[in-house]
């Protein structure tokens, strides 16, 4: 069964960085890109980047450019978000995902025609940021 | 960027009931668009991908369509435990964008 495990909750001050993970079992870990997404409390679905486990290419929303960092280790079946410059707005739960499309193991970079659908979820990482 | 939006933000509807949302894109995407549902408190399932293909498990009474800028998602025959929150989500070119979401109660 795939399965998305995340790391625990976190607790930060404005101005911190937060580093957060998330494990792949159950299918071969470079065959899927990882998706952060996150949820604001009470608020709506928010995509963060893409990143391809298979060489580290990363892609991520404007919004969020200089200040988080995708990284993965192959070793571990493990992604990770690394978000800096910590604010109140950032207050919200972090999501890992996969989509259902294998990434043949020769495709180094993000390409679109591997993204459909977000099939497979990690339970989610709360990061709450308050001084 | 390409904006989603969705509308209604939200309905209420009773058992039975056909439920429509829509999601429009500010430019044309084709056909790459995927619904997802949220019940409260759960992580969002995927229904639907590439506009109107329903991802294996999910019942029959879900289904959407459109293409370029205009899709819908459609509820036949609302049931409790459909309630919660849906969104779209654009699924090439750029960021992937979520729509705002609409939430569904009975």
């Known amino acids: 069964q795939v399965q998305l495990v995340q790391s625990g909750a976190e607790v930060k001050k404005p101005g911190a960085s937060v580093k957060i993970s998330c494990q792949a079992s159950g299918d071969i870990f470079t065959k899927y890109y990882i998706h952060w997404v996150r949820q604001a409390p009470g608020q709506g679905l928010e995509w963060m980047g893409i990143i391809n486990p298979n060489g580290g290419a990363t892609r991520y929303a404007q919004k969020f450019q200089g200040r988080v960092t995708m990284t993965s280790d192959t070793s571990t079946s493990t992604v990770y978000l690394d978000v800096s410059s910590l604010r109140s707005e950032d207050t919200a739960i972090y999501y890992c995902?996969?989509?259902?499309?294998?990434?043949?193991?020769?495709?180094?970079?993000?390409?679109?025609?591997?993204?459909?659908?977000?099939?497979?979820w990690g339970r989610g990482t709360s990061i709450s940021v308050s001084s | 960027d390409i904006q989603m939006t969705q509308s209604p933000s939200s309905l209420s509807a009773s058992v039975g009931d056909r439920v429509t949302i829509t999601c429009r894109a500010s430019?044309?995407?084709?056909?790459?668009l995927a619904w997802y549902q949220q019940k409260p408190g759960n992580i969002p399932k995927l229904l639907i991908y590439?506009?109107?293909t329903l991802q294996s498990g999910v019942p029959s009474r879900f289904s959407g369509s459109g293409s370029g800028t205009d899709f819908t998602l459609t509820i036949n025959s609302l049931q409790p435990e459909d309630v919660g929150t849906y969104y779209c989500?654009?699924?090439?070119?750029?960021?992937?964008?979520f729509g705002g979401g609409t939430t569904v109660e009975i």
């Open positions: 995902a996969r989509d259902f499309v294998v990434v043949p193991p020769t495709i180094k970079e993000i390409a679109d025609y591997y993204y459909y659908g977000l099939k497979v």
């Open positions: 430019q044309g995407i084709s056909n790459y």
């Open positions: 590439v506009a109107s």
């Open positions: 989500q654009k699924m090439r070119g750029g960021p992937l964008t």
